[in-house]
């Protein structure tokens, strides 16, 4: 049984979608981009030394961070960017590993990471590495859609994350979710479970 799963995809991949059904089947789900959320949330254990390093211009009213206004300024800045990752990253780091330990040892886990291919260290944290896929006009509209961004936003997430030929050249899975319904969707996800179900790691 392949015990630990690398899940990423690009902005509107559909991404959280196939780790919820991956969670469906059992899995246990680890997921980076919410524990970022929720550090950075009042009272979060990143929110000092972010407000220390960025400033009160970064936060809510509420003291959490203002998610949009980094994001603007981490676009723009190379050195704010790097000042924001060495904050997060040692941080989320950390509560993954927990996350992964208090799910035991016999549990299959999915960590799902949106930068997993950009880290450069997760290929080795992993027996798997599974994509979801689809192209820069699907993702463009779908995150458009359900999130009211402006196209020129999402197309800057899209340009600092890794090509998808990149992504796709470091999975040993790729689901296509261009044009799936929901139902295709959680064919292929069980299909892929009981295929890694029954393997054994490399």
């Known amino acids: 049984m392949i015990r630990r799963i690398g899940l990423t995809g690009g902005i509107g991949s559909g991404k959280s979608t196939v780790a919820g059904l991956l ?32 400033g009160a211009a970064v936060l809510r009213p509420d003291g959490g961070l203002d998610r949009a206004r980094m994001r603007e300024i981490v676009f723009q800045d190379a050195e704010a960017k790097r000042a924001l990752e060495g904050i997060l990253h040692p941080l989320i780091g ?26 450069g260290r997760w290929r080795a944290l992993v027996e798997r590495v599974l994509v979801v896929d689809a192209t820069e006009a699907t993702q463009l509209r779908r995150v458009v859609a359900r999130s009211g961004w402006t ?45 890694w179900a029954s393997a054994g790691t490399r």
């Open 94 to 119: 950390a509560e993954t590993r927990r996350e992964a330990t208090d799910a035991g040892p016999d549990a299959t886990v999915v960590f799902d990471v949106p930068l997993l291919v950009e880290s």
């Open 23 to 54: 969670v469906a089947e059992g899995a246990v789900l680890v997921d980076t981009d919410a524990i970022a959320r929720r550090i950075a949330e009042p009272g979060g254990i990143a929110m000092p030394a972010l407000e220390a390093r960025f």
């Open 151 to 195: 196209p020129e936003a999402v197309r800057s997430v899209i340009a600092q994350q890794a090509p998808r030929a990149l992504r796709r050249a470091a999975a040993d899975a790729v689901i296509d979710n261009e044009s799936l319904t929901l139902e295709e969707l959680a064919a292929q996800v069980r299909g892929l479970w009981k295929r």
